[in-house]
């Protein structure tokens, strides 16, 4: 249910609303190296997840833990079969944390006509962390039998996004699907 290290290297590890505060004194848009420190640095615990933890058999959730004008930290809850649209995040930043499942995330580059041409798809299990930059395109997916939750940080955060289409050069800007 949650990602917790070896008893010995949680004593340096900062709880979620202590590794928040540290972004928030940046008081700044996040570079790779410091999302990347940031999980980490990080302690997880079930209790500070647990009121985020919302599903919806209609879609994956994305529940706010925390916005500002520098960033946003959001939960994903994912039930088996649920994926996102194929996307980038148009100008910001995102880090994944794989919390709990396995999450499948599918790469696509963009052709001259816009369409979205499939990549790798590659399986992370729970601890895997991955960082997309602002252009980068792909899917992520729950493709097991099992939930998925994964916390993504995003700077700046995501406003907008482009999506596309597999099928052709449908590719448009939009808001991020509904948040909680």
């Given at each position: 249910m949650s990602i917790l290290p070896p008893p010995e290297a949680a004593a340096g590890l900062l709880p979620l609303d202590a590794a928040i505060g540290e972004l928030i004194a940046l008081q700044s848009a996040l570079g790779r190296q410091q999302i990347l420190d940031f999980y980490r640095s990080l302690r997880l615990e079930p209790e500070a997840l647990a009121r985020h933890r919302r599903f919806d058999p209609a879609s994956y959730c994305r529940n706010r833990i925390f916005a500002n004008d520098c960033f946003e930290l959001l939960l994903l809850c994912w039930l088996p079969g649920q994926q996102s649209r194929i996307h980038n995040?148009?100008?910001?930043?995102?880090?994944?944390?794989?919390?709990?499942?396995?999450?499948?995330?599918?790469?696509?580059?963009?052709?001259?006509?816009?369409?979205?041409?499939?990549?790798?798809?590659?399986?992370?299990?729970?601890?895997?962390?991955?960082?997309?930059?602002?252009?980068?395109?792909?899917?992520?997916?729950?493709?097991?039998?099992?939930?998925?939750?994964?916390?993504?940080?995003?700077?700046?955060?995501?406003?907008?996004?482009?999506?596309?289409?597999?099928?052709?050069?449908?590719?448009?800007?939009?808001?991020?699907?509904?948040?909680?």
């Amino acid at each position: 249910m949650s990602i917790l290290p070896p008893p010995e290297a949680a004593a340096g590890l900062l709880p979620l609303d202590a590794a928040i505060g540290e972004l928030i004194a940046l008081q700044s848009a996040l570079g790779r190296q410091q999302i990347l420190d940031f999980y980490r640095s990080l302690r997880l615990e079930p209790e500070a997840l647990a009121r985020h933890r919302r599903f919806d058999p209609a879609s994956y959730c994305r529940n706010r833990i925390f916005a500002n004008d520098c960033f946003e930290l959001l939960l994903l809850c994912w039930l088996p079969g649920q994926q996102s649209r194929i996307h980038n995040h148009h100008g910001s930043r995102c880090g994944v944390l794989v919390v709990e499942g396995i999450a499948s995330e599918t790469v696509f580059t963009a052709a001259p006509d816009g369409a979205a041409l499939p990549g790798i798809t590659r399986r992370l299990a729970a601890g895997s962390l991955a960082v997309n930059e602002h252009q980068d395109i792909h899917r992520i997916s729950n493709a097991h039998e099992r939930n998925l939750v994964t916390l993504h940080l995003y700077s700046p955060p995501l406003l907008k996004m482009e999506t596309f289409s597999a099928a052709g050069p449908a590719r448009e800007r939009r808001e991020p699907d509904r948040q909680i």
